[in-house]
Every structure is written in C-alpha cells, then in structure tokens.
C-alpha cells in the first residue's frame, strides 16, 4: 500500500484518542471502585491544613514512595478547580493518554499504524482501571507514552539525548506508581535486546554481546532501584505470596471485566483467537520489538504472585496491558485489497461497541451515586461517620462499585468515615482516631454476605451492637434495601433514599445497648429472611 489509508493519518489517531474520553464524560465522579477512597485521601491531603476536625481525625506526611502520581497532581489542579471536578480531569485523561501511548508505539514500531490498532484501545478502560487503580493506570499510561518516545529516539539515532531524558522521566514514572516504571523497564530492555540482536540487513551479534549493549543502553532507567529499595526495606517491605494458575486464566479472561459477563468474556475471546491468527501466521505478523515487548510481559504476568510488596492484585494488573501491546504487535499481511480496510472497520467498531457500553454503565453508575450521596448533606462538618456498604459477594461481575462511597464526605464535609487504608509505606495517610478501635480502617465498611465475608470484613449485627457510639456521631446503610433498616432506641433516621440508603444519627444512650435489643427488619416475624448481609 504506498499512499497513506485513512486508518493511518495523524487526525485518525487524535481522534480515536478523544473518543477514549466519553464514558467519563457525564459521571461527576468516575465510578471505579477503589478512586473514592483514594478522593478521600485527597481531601486529607488538601484541607488538613486548614481543618482541625481532619487535624483530629488523620494524619498525612509527604513522603518519596512509589505510588503518588495524582496525590500530587491533584494539588496544584484542585486550586483551579475543587477537588472533584480536578480528580475527574485527571481520571478523564488517562484512557486517552493509554490509547495515545499505543498507537504512537505501534506507529513507531510498524512505521504506520496498522489497521487492527484500534483492537488495542479498549484494554486502557480494562479491569483494572475499572477496579480503581489510579496510580497505576496512570502510571501505564505514561510508561507507554514513554517508550514510545523511547523508540523514536532509537530510531532517529539520538540515544545520547535519549539517555540524558530517560533518567528523569524513569524517575518521574515511578514516584506516579512503581509498577509503571517496571513495565517501562521491560519493554525498553525488549526493544533493546531486538535492537543489539542485529538481523535483517546488519550481521547478527552473539548472545552475550546482545545482553551487554541491550544492557548499557537500559542503565537511564536503574535509578529508580535505589529509591524501591530504600523504600521497600526494613517495617515496610510488606507481603508477597499467593499464586494459583486458575486465577491465572481467570484474570485474562476478565482483561475487559465492566457491566455484562457474557459480552466482556466474548470480547476477550474474540481478542484472543485473533492474537492467535498472528502466532499461526494467518493474515497477520508480529513485529520483533512489540512482539517480544508483549512476550515480556505476559512473562511478568506468569511468574507475579497475587500480592507483592503488600500490592493487592500485582499480576491481574498486567493482564489486560500485555493483551494490548500484544495487538498493537500484529501487522496485516497479503495483498488483498479488501482485507486492511476490513480489519480497520472492524477494529473501529469493536472500539465504539465497548464504548458505548461503559457509557451506558457509567451513566447508571453515576445516578446510584448521586442517589446515595444525598447523604451527605446531612452532615454536619467534621461528622464521624460508621459507614456500612451493602455488597455482593466478590466474584459478582457487575454490581454498585460504592465500597468506598462514604469517603467521599471526607472531602466535602471533612469527615470522619471508616475505610481509608492506612498501609504503612504503601500511603501517605494515618488515622489518629483510637477510640474507634476495630470499627476504623479499610474494610470495615464493607458488608458482605456471611457465606463470603472475607478476613476484616464486619458482620452486620455485630457492628450494630458493637461499634463504639462514643466515637461516631452517625451511622451509614450504604445502597441497603428497606429490608435491612434497623430501628434501635439509639439510632435516629435522618435521611434515607427512594428504596435504598439511610443515615442514622446517633443518641447516646444513658445506658450501654444490650445485645439482642434491636428490632430489624430480618428480625421480625414479617421480615425477609433472604438479607445475606446478616
């Protein structure tokens, strides 16, 4: 083909890095799991200073550790815009700096973009974006924007210019999130290791030759060792282990895991076989320097456990991004005229079909969200907040994504609430609270069905009876149906939603409450005996 198709002009690609946007358009919050905890956090962050009841309640030391990438873009975008509204920026963006980031790769890659590109595109909206991994989703993004600019400096012949950039752009992806700079690391190493190998028109050096210059090359990203070192040693190296194949398989499958089970898994499947017609050679190629970049991190994603250094979820994160480095590495082959544009079209309208269909789900996402948040607004400032969210078990596919809902009053009414995470060397945050005792952190909020309660999670009677009315001035039924509306001598309702949610205010009794002394609406005879979250 030698006059450029439209799949290859530069308008094409900004265009389809726009569209990248649309899901988060509506939402005022994105609705991705874990980023309202972590707005909480944020509203520490900014208003602790100004805040004696956030003074009271947490502490936040500013600290050099791997994971604080929109911690610190927050500050300076809140000043222009509030908190929210700077968060929702920063999530908006990182779907289409991901989708920037592979097609500028794939381009420099390829030498075009290839027609099938766009396959590639809806992993940056993958299961863990969706989960709320913000750092890291936003630390991939610039990892794949970087090595991008990492070939084309390779390419043009400028690695003495590259060397001097790399050292501070590795620096400046890791202190967004770690895993970041590792996957930057693996992808330069494969496109230096296809670079010293030789081949084609130049004469093929020998292994160890290979490894020293791909080598030398890499040493602009080492600095960053250091820093994980000194960060990851001593109290805070914390726990690594857990490693099953199943999971494995499993988490590929769910590489695209959002609203519909059947549909996600059909789309992944459909990805799948077609990675497959480029290992057969059926209409496709892999380029050497993706192909190998994508072999790399299907690596990494083979050899992680599930928990490293104390990071939740390590190898389920990797999946959906070698999925698309993997796509972005196939190149169309043969002649027929028919095919290219064919294979663009569709690629295009897989695209716009999962677009749409995050859409849609945050549309609904973000009504639920508005619904329960009304809350809010009968709080007073500085509440303490009991938060208690009503949740499926977890291997639900699709359900409220609110486990961290009642974080967001931190920002907006500097509250108190149960949930925040306070890792040690894993966040910024404590929490100066004692008298809440077992009621405080992470996930204390989080109320499952008892069949599937995880370590940590609260059971529903237990807290009604138990949690410290001294130290919070409210209790919380997050998206709890009627049916788990409790009357107790010392809970008032103050609010409550259409059909689910209600905010208690608590009355402090004259006299402990006894155990068995409340009234719910599993309690009475008339009351339904299906609520799992008992």
Known sequence: MTDRAWWQWRWYAIGLAC????????????????????????????????????????????????????????????RLMGLEPAVKLIVLLIPALTAGGLLWMAREAHGRVPAGAAFALPFAYGYPFQFGFANFALSMALAFLAFALWLRLGRTGRTRLRALLFVPIGLMIWVCHSYGWAVLCLLAAAAELVRARGGGDEPTRPLFATLWHAGIACLPLVPPMILMLVWRSGAVAGTTGGYAVMWKLGWLVAALRDDNRQFDMACVSLFIAL????????????????????????????????????????????????????????????????????????????????????????????????????????????????????????????????????SIAIGRKQAFVNGQWAMAGAQLLTIRNPHVGRFGGDPTQMLRPLRCRRRGEPVFRDTLVNFPRAAYDYLWLIDMPRSGWVRYPDLMPVWHGRARGILYRVVRPSAPVQAGSATSASDTPKGSDRRATM
């Open 19 to 78: 569209l990248m946007v649309i899901p988060l358009l509506r939402p005022d919050i994105p609705p991705i799991t874990d980023l309202l905890g972590h707005i909480g956090r944020y509203g520490v962050e900014l208003g602790r200073a100004q805040s004696p009841w956030l003074q009271r309640y947490y502490g936040f030391e500013w600290g050099l550790i791997g994971n604080m990438g929109i911690d610190l873009l927050v500050v300076p975008l809140s």
């Open 275 to 406: 990675l497959g017609m480029g290992v057969a050679r059926i209409g496709f190629r892999y380029d050497r320097t993706l192909g190998l970049a994508a072999l790399f991190l299907f690596a990494a994603y083979a050899v992680l456990p599930r928990v490293l250094l104390g990071s939740a979820y390590a190898d389920m994160r990797m999946a959906p991004y070698a999925l698309a480095v993997a796509a972005v590495a196939l190149r169309p082959v043969g002649d027929a005229r028919w095919w290219r544009p064919a294979l663009a079209i569709a690629a295009l309208l897989f695209l716009l079909v999962r677009l749409t269909g995050h859409t849609l789900h945050y549309a609904r996402l973000d009504r639920a969200y508005d619904e329960q948040l009304a809350a809010i607004d009968h709080l007073p400032v500085g509440a303490r907040v009991m938060v208690l969210v009503n949740l499926p078990c977890e291997g639900t596919w699709s359900y409220s994504r609110m486990d961290h809902l009642g």
